[in-house]
């Protein structure tokens, strides 16, 4: 096969400058499409990293601190549990009447001509009640008076009928123990 090229030099070159030029431009557009491409995959893969990263980060961060709080939290709700029971202790502790206490003081205040038919101690009221016979009257008012001079007896409850008859009175009388006194009794 021949070829034959009538066409003049100068059209010759043009034309194989244009080719060359098409040539060239074909491989700076596929050049720069691939760098197009590249750049966009880079941008692509950076914003997906530094969000694995940042996520990951996080986790981290989130294991330390749980790591980190997790002893001092079991040792705070340690804490927390036994304040709750010395505070309940110490309310119980509060609240307790040492009965036997009163009792003694109140075998102190009662003069020897009276007799106790009926003692009763509340300990919601934190009162005593007692019920009894005396001799006299004398010996009725003997026992108001020490009753109210008391450390540990506070308001003393007296009816009339105690002080009615003179001789074999049938008395009673209800006191309570005095606020400031109840956690030494």
Do not use: C
Not at 131 to 157: H, P, Y
Not at 161 to 180: A, C, G, H, P, R
Request: charged residues 30%; proline residues 2%; without cysteine.
């Amino acid at each position: 096969m021949i070829k034959l090229n009538l066409l003049p030099t100068s059209k010759k070159e043009e034309l194989k400058f244009q080719f060359i030029r098409a040539k060239l431009l074909s491989l700076f557009l596929i050049v720069f499409l691939g760098i197009l491409t590249l750049i966009f995959f880079l941008i692509g893969a950076e914003v997906f990293l530094s969000y694995h990263l940042s996520d990951i980060k996080e986790q981290i961060k989130n294991r330390e601190a749980a790591a980190d709080t997790s002893p001092l939290q079991e040792i705070k709700e340690g804490v927390n549990n036994l304040n709750k029971k010395i505070v309940a202790l110490d309310k119980i502790q509060k609240e307790q009447v040492r009965w036997s206490e009163v009792l003694v003081s109140l075998s102190r205040e009662i003069p020897l001509d009276l007799r106790l038919k009926e003692l009763a101690l509340k300990r919601e009221s934190k009162s005593v009640f007692i019920k009894g016979e005396a001799r006299s009257r004398d010996a009725v008012l003997t026992l108001e008076n020490n009753l109210k001079q008391s450390e540990i007896f506070g308001q003393v409850e007296s009816p009339l009928s105690n002080i009615i008859t003179k001789e074999n009175v049938i008395f009673e009388f209800t006191f309570y123990l005095k606020e400031s006194d109840e956690g030494n009794q």
